[in-house]
Nanobody, 115 residues
Framework: VQLVESGGGLVQPGGSLRLSCLAS????????MRWYRQAPGKERELVAT????????NYADSMKGRFTISRDNAKNTVYLQMNSLLPEDTAVYYC?????????WGQGTQVTVSS
């Protein structure tokens, strides 16, 4: 299993970013995926989840209405569209797969929201 995130960077408050996670080594279209984030000095927290078909999504309360998780099973990629970014969204963002009781993580992509 390999998960490779990209798309992070420095953005001003109120701005937008789209993160991508390219997956390989498993049948991507058969599994739900998740995005997590970890801010400095804080525990890793769940951001959003999406089912294998993309038909159902869920979000942490603080991200509802601002973030959108989606996937393209033809491209083995899950996305996180982040709008109206706030300084408190600054974190390393990780995509996650749970497979046979084991968690798989990418290397993460840094998102910094600052003026």
């Amino acid at each position: 299993v390999q998960l490779v995130e990209s798309g992070g960077g420095l953005v001003q408050p109120g701005g937008s970013l789209r993160l991508s996670c390219l997956a390989s080594g498993f049948t991507f279209s058969s599994y739900g995926m998740r995005w997590y984030r970890q801010a400095p000095g804080k525990e890793r927290e769940l951001v959003a989840t999406i089912t294998s078909t993309g038909g159902s999504t869920n979000y942490a309360d603080s991200m509802k209405g601002r973030f959108t998780i989606s996937r393209d099973n033809a491209k083995n990629t899950v996305y996180l569209q982040m709008n109206s970014l706030l300084p408190e969204d600054t974190a390393v963002y990780y995509c996650n797969l749970r497979l046979y009781g084991r968690n798989y993580w990418g290397q993460g992509t840094q998102v910094t929201v600052s003026s």
